[in-house]
C-alpha cells in the first residue's frame, strides 16, 4: 500500500472511531410520515461508509483530467463522491479534493452529451442509455442539492443544466426493449424529485398507461434476471418518489419467486430467460436493495432472512458496500434495521407454470427441470432458445447442464413443448415432422422460377422455394420423451426416442471445470465417454455420482444442428463435457445423485 492510500486508510480508520454512528451510539430515525421511531443499522452504515470512502481514495488517483473514458460508470464515480462529500462522517466530508474530481466528471459528461441532450453509450443517442446514465446522476446530485457549502456552486449548477437537458430527450425519446419504459420514468421520478415540472410526471403516467406487465409466477416479459433487477429498482423508485404504492406489488411477485430460483450459493437458475442471461450467471446479491426496503416497508420477515443472507455471500462487499452507500443516504429507510427474520422454505418442489420450470430443493441439493422455449425456435434476444433442459447441484459439485442431440435431419438438440406432470413424474416431449417437398401447384409458377424466399416447413434453412404453399410427402418423425422421477435427492431421467431406426443419439453432461472426472474415459479437447457403470464428478470435497454409460457411437461433432454449423456458429461452453451415444430406437435411464 503507498504512502497516500495508507495516510487515507488510517484517517478514515480514525474518524470512524469519532463518528457517533460507528461508537456505540443507539441513535434513532423517524419513519416517514408515521411518527414511529426506528434504529439506524449502524454496522452496516459504517461499512457502507468506510467502503465508499475506500472508492473515494482509489478515484482520487484515477480520474484525472483528459484520461476518463465515457460510461455509464461516470454517474455511479459522481455519485459514490458526493456520498463521501456530503456525510459528515466520511474521512472526506467537504473535501476539496472531490470537489475537483467532481468538475472534472462535470466536465467529460458536458462533453459527451449530444446535442438532443442524449448520450452515445452502446447505442447512438439513446434515450434509454441516458436514462441509466441520468439514473445514477440524479442520485449524487440530489445529495449535493441538501448541502449548502458555498464549493458546490458551480458543480451544482453545471450538473443541473446536464440532467435538466437529458430530462429533455427522456420527455419525447423512446426505447426498445420492455424494462426501458420503466428505466426511463424511473429517471424522471428521480428528475421530478429534484427539479418538479409535470412534463415528466405526465411523460411517466404516458408509459404506465401501457400497464406493468407481471405473470402469475412473477416474471416480467424478458423472464431475465438482469432485467428483473432493472425492473424492481425502476418500479421502487417510481413507487417511492411518485407515492405509488401499487407499483412496489409486481416487485413483491417477483422477489417472492426469485427465492425459489436461487441455487445454496446465491447464484440464480438463468434457463429460461428471454436475453443474454440465459446462457450466463446472475447472482441474487444485486437484488440486495430491493429486498431490504420491501423488507422494512412490508416488515416482510422472509424478505428479511434472504436481505441478511446476502449480507454473507460473496460479491456482497463488491457490489453493494462499495456502490450502494448513495441510494442509503438518498433514501432513509433502507438505513433503519431489519425487522425479526424467518427464512422461507429450504425444501421443495415448486413448477412454474409460465416458463415451465420446475425447480427441486433439497437443502444444499437441487435440481432443475426446463421445457419452456419460444418456439419455432429463433436465435434472437428476447426468445428463450436454450437446450439445458437438466441441471442439477450438490453443494459445491455442479452439473450446469444436460442437453440431448440427434442425428435426425441436423435439426439439433431437443426442446421440449412444455412440462407436463403426471404423479411424481415431470415428462418432456417433442415430436419432429420433417417433410419432403412436391411441385407447386400449376397456378403458383412463373416461368422465371423466381419464388419467395421463405423457411422450410421445419424451421431448419431457408430457400427460394415458396415453401408454404408446397404440398409435402414423405414426412418423417422423430418423438422424443425424457421423465424426471426425484428420489430422496436423486434424479432419475429416462430418456426415449423413436421415429426412424439407427438415428445417432447423443446426451451431453458438462460439469463445472476445475472438478475431478473418474470412471469415464478421456476423449480428448475435453470430452469424455461414460462407456458402461457410473461416472463420478467431485468439486470441493462434493461428489455428484451418474451412470449407467452407454456408447454405441463416437460422433460428437455439430450437435447444435444446421441452425448453428451453416454458420460456424456453436453453443458449446466451458466446462468438463461427459457424453453418452445410442442409436433409435433409444431407451436409456440415467440415475444422478
Known amino acids: 500500500m503507498n504512502k497516500l492510500k495508507r495516510d487515507a486508510f488510517l484517517k478514515m480508520g480514525a474518524l470512524a472511531l469519532l463518528n457517533p454512528l460507528s461508537n456505540g451510539f443507539m441513535l434513532q430515525v423517524a419513519r416517514a410520515g ?20 475506500l472508492q473515494v481514495t482509489k478515484l482520487l488517483q484515477t480520474i484525472q483530467r483528459d484520461n476518463v473514458a465515457f460510461s455509464r460508470k461516470i454517474g455511479n464515480d459522481f455519485s459514490i463522491l458526493a456520498a463521501s462529500y456530503c456525510y459528515p462522517g466520511s474521512t472526506y466530508f467537504h473535501s476539496s479534493e472531490i470537489v475537483s474530481k467532481l468538475e472534472i466528471l462535470v466536465l467529460v459528461l458536458t462533453r459527451f452529451q449530444t446535442a438532443d441532450g442524449t448520450v452515445n453509450i452502446g447505442n447512438l443517442e439513446s434515450p434509454p442509455d441516458t436514462a441509466f446514465l441520468l439514473d445514477l446522476l440524479v442520485g449524487g446530485a440530489t445529495l449535493l442539492a441538501k448541502d449548502n457549502f458555498a464549493a458546490l456552486v458551480n458543480i451544482k449548477n453545471e450538473i443541473r443544466n446536464i440532467i435538466l437537458k437529458g430530462g429533455e430527450a427522456l420527455v419525447t425519446g423512446g426505447v426498445h426493449t420492455p424494462n426501458h419504459r420503466w428505466v426511463v420514468s424511473a429517471a424522471l421520478a428521480g428528475l421530478n424529485a429534484l427539479y418538479p415540472h409535470q412534463k415528466y410526471v405526465d411523460r411517466i403516467e404516458d408509459w404506465l398507461g401501457e400497464g406493468v406487465y407481471i405473470d402469475t409466477d412473477g416474471h416480467y416479459p424478458e423472464r431475465s434476471g438482469i432485467y428483473s433487477h432493472v425492473e424492481n429498482q425502476a418500479l421502487i423508485t417510481m413507487g417511492r418518489l411518485l407515492n405509488k404504492p401499487t407499483l412496489f406489488e409486481p416487485v413483491r411477485k417477483n422477489l417472492a419467486m426469485t427465492w425459489y430460483y436461487m441455487e445454496p450459493n446465491g447464484d440464480l437458475v438463468t434457463t429460461d430467460s428471454r436475453r443474454q442471461d440465459q446462457y450466463t450467471g446472475k447472482t441474487i446479491v444485486s437484488f440486495y436493495l430491493h429486498y431490504r426496503y420491501l423488507a422494512i416497508r412490508d416488515c416482510n420477515s422472509n424478505f428479511a432472512a434472504i436481505t441478511r443472507m446476502i449480507e454473507g ?15 442509503f443516504l438518498e433514501e432513509p429507510l433502507l438505513q433503519q434495521t431489519l425487522p425479526a427474520a424467518t427464512l422461507p422454505a429450504e425444501h421443495f418442489q415448486k413448477l412454474f407454470t409460465t416458463s415451465s420450470l420446475l425447480r427441486i430443493r433439497k437443502g444444499d441439493t437441487t435440481a432443475t427441470l426446463f421445457g419452456g422455449a419460444d418456439w419455432p425456435i429463433i436465435i434472437a434476444s428476447g426468445r428463450s432458445n436454450s437446450p439445458n433442459f437438466f441441471s442439477y447441484r450438490k453443494g459445491k459439485a455442479i452439473l450446469k447442464y444436460i442437453r440431448l442431440s440427434t442425428g435426425f435431419f441436423s435439426m439439433g438438440y431437443f426442446y421440449s413443448n412444455g412440462i407436463r406432470q403426471q404423479g411424481n413424474k415431470f415428462i418432456l416431449h417433442n415430436k419432429l415432422n420433417v417433410p419432403y417437398y412436391q411441385p407447386l401447384p400449376q397456378k403458383l409458377r412463373n416461368n422465371k422460377g423466381d419464388y419467395k424466399l421463405s423457411p422450410s416447413v421445419d424451421d431448419r434453412f431457408w430457400n427460394k422455394m415458396d415453401f408454404t404453399n408446397r404440398p409435402v410427402s414423405n414426412v418423417k418423425t422423430q418423438e422424443t420423451t425424457i421423465t424426471l422421477i426425484e428420489k430422496g435427492g436423486r434424479a432419475e431421467l429416462s430418456f426415449e426416442v423413436a421415429g426412424l431406426p439407427d438415428v445417432p443419439v447423443t446426451i451431453e453432461l458438462c460439469f463445472m471445470e476445475g472438478g475431478t472426472l473418474t470412471g469415464v474415459m478421456a476423449a480428448g479437447n475435453g470430452n469424455h465417454f461414460l462407456e458402461n457403470g457410473n461416472g463420478e464428478y467431485e468439486y470441493g470435497g462434493d461428489k455428484i455420482s451418474f451412470g449407467p ?12 444442428g444446421e441452425r448453428y454449423s451453416t454458420h460456424f456458429g456453436t453453443l458449446r461452453t466451458e466446462g468438463m ?14 440415475v444422478i445423485g
Not at 460479491?315 to 453493494?320: L, P, Q, S
Not at 454409460?549 to 447444435?560: Q, R, V
Request: charged share 30%; aromatic share 8%.
Open 549 to 560: 454409460g452407454a456408447i454405441t457411437h463416437k460422433n460428437i461433432t455439430a450437435p447444435e
Open 34 to 53: 408515521t411518527g414511529k421511531s426506528t434504529l439506524l443499522d449502524e454496522d452496516l452504515l459504517k461499512r457502507l461508509q468506510i467502503a465508499n470512502d
Open 577 to 590: 463435457h461427459v457424453y453418452l451415444t445410442g442409436k433409435t430406437p433409444f431407451k436409456h435411464t440415467l
Open 313 to 327: 455471500m460473496e460479491g456482497f462487499e463488491k457490489e453493494i458496500l462499495e456502490k450502494a452507500f448513495f441510494n
